[in-house]
């Protein structure tokens, strides 16, 4: 969940909903809520080594979406762009740091922390919009941002410090968002071009992993596997996101992005067995509650559209 939930905002809004759009982005969503059971199976590997092998497996299958939807031009052409391959740069730092919050928080069993900043997420981004954009917030969303905000702060007293893994995951997909807004590029695309300028310091640091004998890709034929299907778990779901966005409304596509947090909460509780101490249940209440008051709207005004 990081480039894929980007391009909703760049794909231009359907008329209706339709069955085929709702059953592909439950498919994606649900993918993206499982994503940690298939990060345990590399849990024994260094994080780094594990998200320099995501970033470099998931080119091929970048390039062949692109190549599939008849993008590779406008790929070419952003790379003769220094200014557009500057936000390039910038959104792959971000989405980087991502990833590499994402594969550390399943591999030290902080899971639950992860599903809680993939809730926050959105509350962050409308923040994010204020602090920046200068965006006018409603009343609704100014008590969802407060929620989420005392939520933070319960976490930090809790735990005597800041919930980095909580904050990290909406602060660097927020901003990366964000930088995405300002890209006159399409998701794929601009998804692709990341993996390009990732792929050189990923692949070198993989080959050093290997020469000095630390790498594991060379050790097993099941580790290779693995590491492989790290790009094909990132990449495929975007494949289907981006025609799922064609056929939903966004705020259907909105209020379902909610099904991932909260397949990976479950999967945190029921089959990692992670703790739910009663700081991050208040934090999870406080979270639950705001993003009610968030999506009500949304789901009122798709109401209202039917209705008419």
Avoid at 112 to 141: C, H, M, T, W
Avoid at 212 to 220: C, I, N, Q
Avoid at 277 to 294: G, T
Avoid at 302 to 307: D, E, I, P, V, Y
Wanted: hydrophobic share 55%; with cysteine; charged share 10%.
């Amino acid at each position: 969940m990081s480039a894929e939930i980007t391009a909703a905002h760049e794909a231009p809004a359907p008329q209706g909903d339709t069955t085929k759009g709702f059953v592909l982005a439950f498919i994606v969503f649900m993918m993206w809520g499982v994503l940690p059971l298939y990060m345990k199976l590399v849990i024994d590997l260094p994080t780094d080594e594990i998200l320099a092998h995501r970033i470099v497996w998931s080119l091929p299958f970048a390039g062949a979406m692109v190549a599939y939807s008849g993008q590779s031009r406008t790929v070419t052409g952003v790379l003769r762009k220094p200014k557009m391959m500057g936000l390039v740069l910038l959104c792959s730092l971000f989405i980087t740091l991502n990833w590499g919050t994402y594969i550390y928080a399943v591999s030290t069993a902080q899971t639950v922390d992860a599903a809680l900043g993939y809730f926050i997420n959105p509350l962050f981004s409308i923040a994010l919009a204020a602090l920046i954009l200068r965006e006018k917030l409603g009343r609704g969303q100014m008590i969802a941002v407060a929620l989420a905000f005392a939520a933070v702060v319960i976490l930090t007293v809790e735990l005597g410090r800041l919930p980095l893994v909580a904050l990290a995951l909406p602060l660097s997909f927020g901003l990366y968002a964000f930088l995405h807004k300002v890209m006159p590029v399409e998701g794929t695309t601009a998804f692709t071009l990341e993996a390009m300028v990732l792929s050189g310091p990923a692949l070198g640091y993989i080959i050093y992993l290997e020469a000095t004998g630390a790498g594991h890709f060379l050790r097993s034929p099941v580790t290779a596997l693995l590491l492989i299907g790290c790009g094909a778990v990132t990449a495929i779901p975007l494949l289907i996101y981006a025609n799922a966005t064609k056929l939903l409304r966004l705020s259907t596509i909105g209020i379902m992005q909610y099904i991932a947090p909260s397949v990976i909460f479950l999967i945190a509780v029921l089959i990692f067995r992670e703790p739910l101490e009663p700081a991050k249940l208040a934090a999870f209440v406080l979270i639950w509650v705001a993003l009610v008051i968030y999506t009500a709207p949304m789901v009122r005004r798709r109401r209202k559209a039917s209705a008419e």
